[in-house]
């Protein structure tokens, strides 16, 4: 049975969340604010953590960092926060995912689903040669692109970006941590150039680069790759 901890302040969605994870078999664990979380992260071992970001006690971000020192556990965020700089704090803290309240059940349960999934079959950078999808495939150790019969040139920037999002196939890569890895601290906020190099790649690697398959972009959050 997967074990899932919500964490969450409002009665009423703590309530919702426990009826419906229980009819699909999860076993629920409840925290309402964060210190009890942290309690019950460790003492419990979850296999999924559901966490709102505005709790009574602490900034759910600081849960997320506190879970991060010693957990890997998939971490999902409740946010009713819409700026897209909490969540990509969220993001860059270890977060996983975030559902954006009011969300309806059918999205938090797949969700929760996908983030539990990768858990169980990690797809790990470093062990796998690479990755091939019906479009083209990627061999990383020999740094080669094919598509169909073609072998595709990518520059050092696009196989960089390329190799941050493959690492995590699913997983959003915020902008700000594809900025920082890719270009540096100081380009932190150039979303434009992303925005390019995305173009270019996808231009190279999508049948359809103005409705891509693979390189999905999250507006204002970052991008995924989807295998
Ligand atoms: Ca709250």
Do not use: C
Not at 11 to 18: E, G, I, T
Not at 171 to 185: A, D, I, M, T
Not at 189 to 206: I, P
């Amino acid at each position: 049975m997967t074990r899932v901890l919500v964490v969450e302040d409002d009665p009423q969605l703590v309530r919702a969340l426990k009826i419906n994870l229980q009819a699909r078999k999860f076993e629920v664990v409840e925290a309402g604010d964060g210190a009890t979380a942290l309690r019950l992260a460790a003492a419990r071992t979850p296999d999924a953590i559901l966490l709102d970001l505005g709790l009574p006690d602490m900034d759910g971000v600081e849960v997320i960092r506190g879970v991060r020192g010693r957990s890997h556990v998939p971490i999902l965020v409740l946010s009713a926060r819409h700026t897209s700089e909490e969540k990509i704090r969220a993001l860059d803290a270890g977060a996983d995912d975030y559902v954006t309240k009011p969300f309806s059940m059918d999205e938090l349960l797949a969700r929760l689903r996908a983030a539990t999934r990768r858990r169980e079959a990690p797809a790990s950078p470093a062990g796998i040669p690479g990755i091939a999808t019906d479009e083209f495939t990627i061999d990383l150790a020999a740094r080669k692109v094919v598509r169909g019969e073609r072998t595709v040139r990518l520059t050092p920037t696009e196989w960089h970006l390329l190799e941050l999002l493959i690492a995590r196939p699913g997983h959003l890569v915020s902008q700000r941590r594809l900025l920082l890895e890719v270009w540096g601290p100081a380009y932190s906020e150039h979303t434009n150039y992303l925005r390019v190099y995305m173009a270019q790649l996808r231009r190279k690697l999508e049948a359809n680069p103005s409705r891509p398959r693979y390189l999905i972009t999250e507006p204002g959050m970052g991008y995924r790759f989807e295998p």
